[in-house]
T-cell receptor, first 114, second 109 residues
Framework: DSGVTQTPKHLITATGQRVTLRCSPR?????VYWYQQSLDQGLQFLIQ???????AKGNILERFSAQQFPDLHSELNLSSLELGDSALYFC?????????????FGPGTRLTVL | QKEVEQDPGPLSVPEGAIVSLNCTYS??????FMWYRQYSRKGPELLMY??SSGNKEDGRFTAQVDKSSKYISLFIRDSQPSDSATYLC?????????WGAGTKLIIKP
């Protein structure tokens, strides 16, 4: 168990809908990362927050947004969902958010868009 | 060209074999290299990391970096069925990790 929690485990929704994925980092970790993993794309970095502020942005679509709250938990919002958004979404956390930090991954949220 | 290339496999070997997993990278400025292991339906977990060139050993696992050829390797000795997983290499750039596609490894009993 990495200490990172993600809810929900599974999510099934329809095209055009909006969903929110939630992540709680390990105790003491200030940085949170979001990743998307699909069969044909591998692990894609979406966005990173450090202590409430956005630190780095990857291949995140404009339909997606995220934030990190004062208690350090983070939410990833996905809107106007498309079939291609079906994937595993992972949250990871690290102590200081530098690129040499070990990232600890949560169990993921499996999103299915029908 | 992707910044980190990794053959997705699958790679299937018999139990007890030595396994070699490899990645190539394009940017000679990359200095920090990691191997993550991901079991089916789980999040990746850090297995090993190396800085710059050379070897690093941890039990049955050895990570190797050859900066002259921009090649990174993970060797697994005495492979076990419990080593069956996807192995992802990664390197760092700014605040991000750049990931390989992952190689699915199957160890047959």
């Amino acid at each position: 168990d990495s200490g990172v929690t993600q809810t929900p485990k599974h999510l099934i929704t329809a095209t055009g809908q909006r969903v929110t994925l939630r992540c709680s980092p390990r105790s003491g970790d200030l940085s949170v990362y979001w990743y998307q993993q699909s069969l044909d794309q591998g692990l894609q970095f979406l966005i990173q927050y450090y202590n409430g502020e956005e630190r780095a942005k990857g291949n995140i679509l404009e339909r997606f947004s995220a934030q990190q709250f004062p208690d350090l938990h983070s939410e990833l919002n996905l809107s106007s969902l498309e079939l291609g958004d079906s994937a595993l979404y992972f949250c990871a956390s690290s102590v200081s958010g530098t690129s040499t930090d070990t990232q600890y991954f949560g169990p993921g949220t499996r999103l299915t868009v029908l | 060209q992707k910044e980190v290339e990794q053959d997705p496999g699958p790679l299937s070997v018999p139990e007890g074999a030595i396994v070699s997993l490899n990645c190539t990278y394009s940017n000679s400025a990359f200095q920090y290299f990691m191997w993550y292991r991901q079991y089916s339906r789980k999040g990746p977990e850090l297995l090993m990391y190396t800085y710059s060139s050379g070897n690093k050993e941890d039990g049955r696992f050895t990570a190797q970096v050859d900066k002259s050829s921009k090649y990174i390797s993970l060797f697994i000795r005495d492979s076990q069925p419990s080593d069956s997983a996807t192995y992802l290499c990664a390197t760092n750039s700014n605040y991000q990790l750049i990931w390989g596609a992952g190689t699915k490894l199957i160890i047959k009993p």
